[in-house]
């Protein structure tokens, strides 16, 4: 090979050329170190995310445990719960039924009793009556509502014996009788039953509304 063919062929041109196939093949490395990098960050994600999901898996295994075992306590809290209290029901039932059977009894026996087994202060027991007797004289119509206040009436007399009982307990004074003739013109009870005068009973101070008397009054039955 000659000088002029040793020239020819190492040429500027081709002094190019092999700068251009440099810079590829740094290219073509650096593409397979990105892809070997990439490849290496794929291996290990795929190797961690078992794990990761694994734990994930574990945890939420122990959660549906902690919820079942919850459900399990609240079931058998309520069952008990259902339990006092159908157990309570049944002895409110049974209460009920003693405190009816208990009401009954008593209603029996008191229906045995004496209407009247004592009487207020200042009250006088006959016949099962309670009557008073005022120490203070007013007109009748005062005697009337002194009565009335006290749930009484003015004294109505029934047979001779409580004739005799109030004659004696009122020690000869003279009091009012619940008689009056206001409401029909005929002589009646204050209570609107009739009466036939007995001159040897009544007296008319016993009547005369003008009169002042002491009064007697008996509690209604």
């Known amino acids: 090979m000659d000088e002029n063919e040793d020239k020819a062929w190492w040429r500027p041109e081709s002094s190019h050329g092999y700068v251009h196939l440099l810079s590829a093949g740094r290219s073509q490395w650096y593409l397979c170190a990105a892809l070997c990098v990439t490849l290496t960050l794929s291996l290990s994600l795929l190797i961690l995310m078992p794990s990761r999901f694994g734990s994930v898996d574990r945890k939420l295994s ?24 159908g157990n309570l029901e049944t002895k409110l039932s049974d209460l009920k039924r003693s405190v009816l059977n208990m009401t009954e009894r008593v209603s029996f026996h008191s229906s045995k009793l004496p209407k009247k087994v004592g ?5 006088n027991l006959h016949n099962s ?24 009436t003015l004294l109505i007399l029934t047979d001779e014996e409580e004739w005799v ?22 002589w009646e ?15 008319s101070s016993h009547y005369e509304l003008d009169n002042f008397c002491s009064h007697c009054c008996r509690v209604l039955e």
Request: glycine residues 4%.
């Open 62 to 85: 122990d959660l549906e445990r902690s919820v079942s075992n919850l459900t399990e306590s609240v079931s058998l809290h309520l069952s008990k719960l259902h339990e006092k209290v």
């Open 119 to 123: 009487c207020p202060d200042g009250w």
């Open 129 to 152: 009556s309670c009557y008073f007797f005022s120490a203070y004289q007013a007109s009748w119509y005062t005697a009337r509502d002194s009565c009335r206040s006290m749930d009484a």
């Open 165 to 186: 009982f109030v004659n004696i307990m009122s020690v000869g004074r003279p009091f009012w009788l619940g008689l009056s003739d206001e409401r029909t013109g005929e």
């Open 189 to 203: 009870w204050v209570n609107e039953s009739p009466y036939i005068m007995n001159r040897r009973q009544v007296k």
